[in-house]
Nanobody
Framework: VQLQASGGGLVQPGGSLRLSCAAS????????IGWFRQAPGKEREGVSG????????YYADSVKGRFTISRDKAKNTVYLQMDTLKPEDTAVYYC???????????????????????WGQGTQVTVSS
């Protein structure tokens, strides 16, 4: 099982970035990929996830209305479109999977992903003028 995250970078406040997480070793038909982030001196927080079971989505309150998660099952890849970025979005972003746990809702998937042994390598997102 591998997760390959990409797409981070430096962007000005109000700008956009799209993160990608390509998975191998399991299929998005049954398992979920989501995004977490960790800023310096802060605890890791769940950002967004999309359930493979019911298609429901989870967004942290801090990103609702600005971030959009989507998936391409043919490419076994999940994307996080981040718009209207703020300096407080600066963090290392990690993707994770709930594999081998099965989740029903996106919220449940986020809990399972937090316990996961499988994480992407992290991609830095810096929002600064």
């Amino acid at each position: 099982v591998q997760l390959q995250a990409s797409g981070g970078g430096l962007v000005q406040p109000g700008g956009s970035l799209r993160l990608s997480c390509a998975a191998s070793g399991f299929t998005l038909d049954f398992y979920t990929i989501g995004w977490f982030r960790q800023a310096p001196g802060k605890e890791r927080e769940g950002v967004s996830g999309i359930s493979s079971s019911d298609g429901s989505t989870y967004y942290a309150d801090s990103v609702k209305g600005r971030f959009t998660i989507s998936r391409d099952k043919a490419k076994n890849t999940v994307y996080l479109q981040m718009d209207t970025l703020k300096p407080e979005d600066t963090a290392v972003y990690y993707c994770a999977t709930d594999y081998p746990r099965l989740s029903i809702t996106a919220a449940q998937a986020m809990d399972n992903m937090a316990l996961s042994d499988y994480w992407g390598q992290g991609t830095q997102v810096t929002v600064s003028s």
